[in-house]
């Protein structure tokens, strides 16, 4: 799908800047179909040249803090996004989501910034979107029980999205948290799902067509995810950069695909060995990687989040919000 065809860069005053909220985000009705659509078009005008991205760059002052930004530009549909994150192992303490962020929207051709929106909701449904457009390759079209390991705010949008796309009828979840695996089986539920908490990692993705793991990184945390007890022809969307599953288990499943190898290669610490890794998500879309028989084996997409997802996303919220008025203009 062309670059065209999903978004437009209208004409805009570079006089004012529009800020989107999460209230006004979460107004915008965006299609989970339109949003994969969307990655996947980033993905293919990245392979024709039209797209960039730059890896992601990190400061990590402390054990506690944790600050990131990413960045992409598009021409078509010309613009170019920048996400600010920061992250505080201690915000529960004061009441705060452990992690907040913003992205920054700029007119490609002029360099000016256009809109600024909250960037933890666009987080939310890129990661989804973006394990969807793998799952749209790697898994049954027909995957009818999703299994959640984590059960916060990505696996609500994971859920979402991929009740949205697939045939579910069965949730399973393994969660520390009570309040927060509760709240899952109950969206579960709302949408006319089986939905029942697991009592440990084996049970959780017995059977499992889909496996979601989005378990937070913690002080002493240890793997204890079995990868040899996923059944043949399971995808696992692995959210969380594959640590919560055993390393010597890895084997077991048969091909590994990741977001982004350039990207990747700047990293301290491979998510998973790079001898396992078949591809990225570029060469799944473009063809490089053979999909034709992953769906019969186990397969995995690691990922620790593409800048091209926020590009994708941030566009399409804006050229949404322009149409149907929403959020706020702001004097520059």
Same mark, same amino acid.
């Given at each position: +799908?062309?670059?065209e065809?999903i978004?437009?860069? @209208?004409?805009?005053?570079?006089n004012?800047l529009?800020?989107?909220?999460r209230q006004?985000m979460?107004?915008?009705?965006?299609?989970s179909?339109?949003? #994969?659509?969307a990655?996947?078009?980033? %993905?293919? =005008?990245?392979?024709a =040249?039209r797209?960039?991205a730059a890896?992601?760059?990190?400061?990590k002052?402390d054990d506690d803090?944790?600050? !990131?930004s990413?960045l992409?530009?598009?021409?078509p549909p010309?613009?170019m996004?920048?996400?600010?994150?920061? $992250?505080s192992?201690?915000n529960s303490?004061h =009441?705060l989501?452990?992690?907040g962020s913003?992205i920054?929207?700029?007119d490609?051709?002029?360099g /000016?910034?256009v809109?600024?929106?909250?960037g933890?909701?666009?987080?939310g449904?890129r990661?989804a979107? $973006?394990?969807?457009?793998a &799952?749209?390759?790697m898994a049954?079209?027909q995957?009818?029980v999703?299994?959640?390991?984590g059960c916060?705010?990505q696996?609500?949008? /994971?859920l979402?999205i991929?009740?949205?796309?697939? @045939?579910?009828t069965?949730i399973? &979840?393994?969660?520390?948290?009570k309040?927060n695996?509760d709240?899952?089986? #109950?969206r579960a539920?709302?949408r006319?799902?089986?939905?029942t908490?697991?009592?440990?990692?084996?049970?959780v993705i &017995?059977?499992?067509?889909v496996?979601i793991?989005t378990v937070?990184g913690?002080?002493? +945390?240890?793997p204890f995810?079995d990868?040899r007890?996923l059944?043949?022809?399971?995808f696992v969307? !692995?959210?969380?950069l594959?640590?919560t599953?055993?390393?010597?288990?890895l084997?077991?499943? /048969?091909?590994?695909?990741i977001?982004d190898?350039?990207q990747?290669?700047?990293?301290?610490?491979p998510?998973v060995?790079?001898?396992?890794?078949?591809g990225?998500l570029q060469?799944?879309v473009?063809?490089?990687?053979?999909?034709s028989?992953l769906t019969?084996?186990r397969? &995995?997409f690691?990922f620790r989040?593409?800048?091209i997802?926020d590009l994708a996303?941030?566009?399409?919220?804006?050229?949404?919000?322009?149409a149907k008025?929403?959020? %706020?203009?702001?004097p520059?």
């Open positions: +799908m062309a670059l065809m978004f437009r860069a @209208p004409s805009m005053p570079f004012t529009t800020y989107l909220s006004d979460e107004k915008l009705g965006l299609k179909l339109d949003m #994969v659509d990655i996947q078009a980033m %993905c293919e =005008g990245r392979e =040249g797209v960039q890896p992601k760059s990190s400061i002052p803090r944790f600050y !990131m990413t992409a530009s598009a021409d010309g613009y996004a920048v996400k600010s994150l920061g $992250l192992e201690n303490e =009441g989501e452990s992690i913003l920054t929207l700029f490609a051709a002029t /000016h910034p809109a600024v929106m909250d933890d909701w666009i987080t449904q990661t979107a $973006l394990s969807a457009l &799952a749209r390759f049954n079209p995957s009818e999703i299994a959640f390991i916060g705010v696996a609500r949008s /994971h979402d991929f009740a949205d796309l697939y @045939p579910l069965e399973r &979840a393994l969660g520390r948290g309040k695996r709240a899952l089986l #109950v539920s709302t006319g799902l089986s939905a908490a697991a009592g440990d990692g084996r049970a &017995a059977d499992a067509d496996v793991t937070p913690y002080p002493g +945390m240890m995810m990868a007890d059944k043949p022809g399971a969307a !692995m959210v969380d594959a640590r599953w055993l390393p010597d288990s084997d077991a499943i /048969h091909r590994i695909i977001d190898r350039a990747e290669a700047t990293m301290s610490k998510m060995p790079p001898a396992r890794v078949t990225d060469d799944l473009s063809g490089r990687v053979n999909s028989t019969k084996e397969v &995995a690691a989040g593409m800048a997802g996303l941030a566009s399409l919220a804006f050229d949404t919000a322009s008025g929403l959020g %706020c203009e702001l520059r």
